[in-house]
């Protein structure tokens, strides 16, 4: 080991030796240790010899680049296999300035007690100063920092000169042509025997380009970031180790994303548990574990799969994974996969209550429909009540009201009900086309006493438009717990009441024809009737004329006859054109022709022509038939003369009918009533009457009251 005597140039050829090498050892370790190696140096030591005390010294070990500085008194350079001395370190420290200024690294050095700065030429080059114009100084570097970095820049460089930490950050910096650059600085601190910190020496890097492209990363990170949360998707990162069967990942990560859309705070789940087994639908962990397992093995060429999993509060969320492998090793076996989670649990509920609905055939009643619709509602989005219900008109108490027509509540379906809709949120929905009380609603509605009596918690509900865009009622959605703001409740409703409304609608329909069928045949059963209890009264008539026809025919009846036999065809005559009238009437009542005039005419008239009539058939029978006016009655009055006397005609003719001895009166009275007034007839007999339990016949078409009178009369 070869010795360099510190006597050669004095004291103030060590200094400069020390000042030489020693700051720049330490201020770049790396870059000294590469040019050791290249210039093939060793080992380079200094170290405490005694001896004089001229100056600060200390030692540096330098063996493949790593380099410690520590006090020391004397310096003493030991090579092996040779020495190196001033002019070796010149030569290093010549190598040392070449490659930090090709590596644009700005060197600066500042004596703590004289306040004193050196920089290099780079770093005038990143400062944008002139080393003939400006001489570096503190008040020059506190100008140049910039005004809002120069706080936070001046305090981490006083505890660095202080001693109490070395500095290293990012600032920017204001050059005298006004343009801003940021700057990375390390520096280290230099300390004498005693530890006391005596100078600082610092590296300089112009990161203006950096800082740029690292600033727009950022932004286009925290853009992305934004993006994702808000349409709820998160990122996992899962390392697979291909020997273990089955699959358990050996390191994983996911963001907060895909916590946060379960209520559960970041790290309470396992990562190492990603795959979410756990917290897993049992229904849906075996399928999960197939497909998965089915990718991996190279079966199918996405992961892609649909789940449900526990979020915090209980509740059990749809979600949608899309994975794919980015890392196999040297078998072709996965050893990485990356993928995305979604939260889709609107959609699968929706989806699935669609399928339900539109694969829907049918129930038990006309509206079997409803009930299933609403069940699958009900069950698709785990609410306790689904309803549809029909307006209705008004109520014995004139409010609104509407009729429960379909609905599930807690597994059951509903039975149809009235409720009046005052008071109510589908009152509402009634005025407006969407109603939602996510919470709270019973308190909303204290007269609404079925929501309190079910103890709801929230309710949304829509309205139900018709084909021709005629509101006719309400799908509501009731339950007993807070709903979800986050879905889109309103889109939904409106699908399925589309659907509700085609359904009342296509029940309406059935109706009316199952009541026109019901309509025609009571009219052919009417027909029917009409013909077989006519059909007699026909005939009588007919085979009476046609008898006394053939007694005139046959020339052999006197003049009295001939007389008596004309009268008895002619009655029988008008007897018979009246059966036609009343079966043409008959015929328009049935076709909706039938149409009542307003003339003026004489009920005394009126009444004297049907006494006319019957008259003889009275006579006949011996009764008295007559006329009696209970009030007085005007002469004439606007009325349907023919309709009144052919109801007239009916009554006192089945009154001569049915009364054997005795009489029939037809009683007239007028009752004035605000100019106006109503006129009365009323029909009176001594005849067999009408038993108990019968007067409802009357109104029935060719009905008697009692059976057995049809074979008497």
């Not at 050059?175 to 020496?201: E, L, Q």
């Not at 949360?229 to 990942?249: F, K, N, T």
């Not at 075996?286 to 089915?294: H, I």
């Amino acid at each position: 080991m070869h010795r360099v005597d510190r006597s050669s140039g004095g004291a103030f050829g060590h200094r400069r030796v020390h000042d030489q090498l020693v700051p720049i050892a330490t201020l770049l370790s790396g870059l000294l240790g590469f040019a050791a190696i290249a210039s093939g140096l060793t080992s380079l030591t200094l170290h405490a010899d005694g001896g004089d005390a001229a100056g600060p010294a200390g030692w540096v070990m330098l063996a493949s680049g790593a380099v410690l500085l520590a006090a020391g008194v004397t310096l003493n350079v030991v090579t092996r296999p040779y020495v190196v001395g001033r002019r070796k370190a010149n030569d290093l420290t010549t190598m040392l300035r070449i490659t930090t200024d090709h590596a644009g690294i700005g060197v600066g050095d500042r004596e703590r007690r004289t306040g004193s700065r050196d920089w290099d030429a780079a770093m005038h080059r990143i400062y944008g100063t002139n080393p003939d114009d400006l001489a570096p100084s503190s008040s020059l570097w506190a100008s140049m920092v910039h005004p809002q970095d120069i706080e936070k820049t001046s305090e981490l460089f006083e505890k660095a000169i202080n001693g109490e930490a070395d500095f290293d950050t990012d600032f920017r910096i204001v050059r005298p042509d006004g343009t801003t650059r940021s700057v990375r600085t390390t520096a280290t601190v230099i300390h004498d025997r005693r530890g006391v910190p005596i100078r600082v020496m610092g590296a300089n890097w112009d990161i203006t380009e950096l800082a740029e492209t690292e600033r727009r990363l950022h932004s286009t990170a925290t853009r992305l970031s934004l993006a994702m949360s808000a349409a709820r998707i998160g990122l996992w990162d899962i390392r697979i180790d291909p020997e273990q069967v089955p699959l358990d990942p050996e390191e994983a990560w996911c963001d907060d994303t895909l916590h946060e859309m379960l209520g559960y705070e970041p790290g309470e789940l396992e990562s190492a548990d990603l795959p979410w087994r756990s917290i897993c639908h049992p229904a849906d962990l075996g399928m999960m574990r197939v497909k998965l397992g089915a990718f991996l093995n190279g079966d199918s060429r996405v992961y892609s799969w649909d789940y449900r999993v526990r979020a915090k509060s209980g509740e059990w969320i749809w979600v949608h994974d899309a994975g794919e492998i980015i890392e196999r090793d040297h078998w072709n076996r996965a050893t990485r996969m990356v993928g995305v989670r979604l939260l889709i649990d609107e959609q699968k509920r929706t989806e699935n209550a669609l399928r339900a609905v539109m694969t829907m055939t049918g129930g038990e009643g006309e509206l079997g429909v409803l009930n299933g619709m609403a069940r699958s509602l009900a069950e698709a989005f785990e609410v306790m009540c689904v309803g549809v219900a029909v307006f209705t008109g008004e109520g014995d108490r004139g409010d609104r009201e509407a009729e429960m027509v379909g609905g599930w509540f807690r597994g059951e379906p509903i039975a149809p009900l009235t409720y009046p809709l005052r008071g109510t949120p589908c009152a509402e929905v009634s005025a407006d086309q969407f109603c939602a009380y996510f919470r709270g609603v019973a308190e909303q509605f204290p007269d609404d006493l079925m929501l309190t009596e079910i103890e709801a918690e929230s309710y949304v509900g829509v309205q139900i438009i018709s084909s021709s865009g005629e509101p006719i009622g309400v799908l509501s959605m009731v339950h007993d717990a807070p709903l979800r703001r986050e879905f889109d409740y309103e889109s939904v409703l409106k699908l399925f009441a589309t659907r509700a409304a085609l359904e009342i609608e296509r029940s309406g329909l059935e109706r009316n024809l199952r009541k026109a069928k019901d309509d025609a045949e009571r009219a052919s059963e009417f027909k029917s009737t009409l013909v077989a209890n006519v059909s007699h009264e026909i005939r009588t008539p007919i085979s009476a004329m046609i008898g006394y026809a053939e007694f005139l025919a046959d020339g052999t009846a006197n003049t009295e006859q001939v007389i008596d036999y004309s009268s008895t065809i002619a009655r029988n005559g008008n007897h018979l054109l009246g059966l036609v009238n009343d079966l043409l009437d008959s015929s328009k009542i049935g076709a909706g022709l039938m149409r009542v005039e307003r003339i003026a005419a004489s009920p005394a008239e009126i009444c004297r022509d049907v006494i006319g009539v019957l008259m003889q058939k009275a006579t006949e029978k011996g009764i008295a038939l007559e006329i009696r006016c209970e009030t007085p009655v005007p002469s004439e009055v606007m009325i349907d003369p023919v309709r009144t006397r052919q109801i007239l005609m009916n009554l006192v003719g089945n009154a001569v009918k049915f009364t054997e001895a005795g009489r029939v009166t037809i009683g007239v009275a007028y009752e004035p009533e605000h100019g106006n007034g109503q006129l009365r007839f009323s029909v009176d007999d001594t005849g067999i009457g009408i038993a108990t339990g019968s007067p409802e016949k009357l109104f029935e078409a060719f009905q008697q009251a009692e059976s057995s009178t049809s074979r008497r009369f």
